[in-house]
């Protein structure tokens, strides 16, 4: 995780707790911290507050909303008028979930995304394990799922369909 | 009242950036028509998908490309307030999406250049350009696979759908060759290590593309005479109406909002 801090610690670290606690709108488990949405918090010298954020996927609807939440989490925490702006490089990848994000997001039935994001685990020949019940036998309905985020699979044991964060 | 155009200072790093962009946002544009029309409910989400990754794709680009010119634009401006002559798009992303194979065999051509298209771009000396296509290489990576199933599917399914696929394929043949066009402008784009010779992605692109159709018992056509323009804002009849449609909310209220 990226943080840079210019002066005075604990007031930094009071914006970086309150900018990591924001949620993804979609996917309201998860806060931006442990998506790895959020990069950077800077506190500058005239006392405001710098935020840096990454999109996942280039269409993802929820960045705006994520720039909204954090600008207003951290207008409640006492930084008015925090700048929130987005960087490109390096490139999000679901590489940067955090393995508590990823356990998160097995509780909420989501089965989360394979480590290492390489192409051979973006084509989907990598085993998904059903977030249900465990299960190894399972299959791929539709590339395509309810966000840009994720596809829709399902188990052949529990019989239960189920979202698959997508490799990215 | 409508809101007039806006003008563009177009530098060569700008129509780069612009192009592509348009790209993308008109045939994102083309794809979200399907929403809510497709022929069943997962391709209705998978189109609309792929939609929304081609217009963020052209949000990351129209942003850099006011950026570059740095004359007050912004995307949204970009977006709706110029007019059909401006549009830098390929002609090919602005065909109407006609029956499904049609739909399918546009976005083959186009994804199958996209691909290696972005995956080259990931060297550009641009900084912003090589962070985009980090980003869109594997989305269009996702995009030609489900694409290419798709063909198959249609080329080797009943005589219907071949004969449907193999009419789409024969008319949209001739808008593919504006891909691999190279002018002045990019020359010296390319020339600078910003952008990527479209001229080396024929070949990988012509193997892609023949080996989908191959395996869809569906066949290329003999003909090399290609329609262009549409880099240089000659378009269709087609694209004013999808402009008429995209636009009229911001020439109708200008600067409205929610």
Known sequence: MVAVANGDHDLWQRAWDAAAAVTDPEIPVLTIADLGVLREVTLRGDGRIDVAVTPTYSGCPAMNMIAVNVALALECAGFPDATVRTVLSPAWTTDWMSDAGRRKLRDYGIAPPQPASSRRALFGVEQVNCPQCGSGDTELLSEFGSTSCKALWRCKTCREPFDYFKCH | ?258
């Open chain 2, 1 to 258: 009242m409508a809101t007039p155009s806006i003008t563009v200072a177009e530098t060569p790093l700008v129509l780069y950036a612009l192009r592509r962009a348009d790209d993308a946002l008109i045939l994102g544009h083309r794809l979200s028509e399907w929403c809510g029309h497709a022929p069943m409910l997962e391709e209705d989400m998978a189109l609309s998908n792929i939609a929304l990754d081609l217009i963020g794709q052209a949000r990351a680009l129209y942003t850099y490309a006011a950026e570059v010119e740095g004359k007050n634009n912004d995307e949204d401006k970009l977006a709706y307030l110029r007019d059909v002559r401006q549009y830098r798009n390929l002609l090919l992303v602005e065909r109407p999406n006609g029956d499904f194979a049609q739909t399918m065999v546009r976005q083959l051509f186009y994804s199958s250049f996209a691909d290696p298209y972005w995956r080259g771009m990931m060297h550009s000396t641009d900084a912003t350009l090589a962070a985009i296509a980090a980003k869109s290489e594997k989305e269009s990576a996702y995009h030609l696979r489900h694409v290419s199933e798709w063909i198959i599917r249609l080329g080797d399914g009943t005589d219907e759908s071949h004969a449907r696929a193999q009419a789409a394929i024969d008319d949209l043949w001739a808008f593919t060759g504006e891909m691999f066009a190279v002018d002045d402008a990019e020359r010296s784009m390319i020339a600078s290590g910003v952008a990527v010779d479209p001229l080396t992605l024929k070949s990988p692109w012509m193997v892609t593309v023949s080996e989908v159709v191959r395996e869809a018992t569906l066949t290329l056509p003999e003909t090399d005479w290609m329609q262009q323009g549409g880099r240089d804002g000659r378009h269709s009849e087609h694209l004013g109406h999808l402009l008429s449609e995209l636009q009229h909310m911001q020439r109708s209220f200008p600067g409205a909002s929610w």
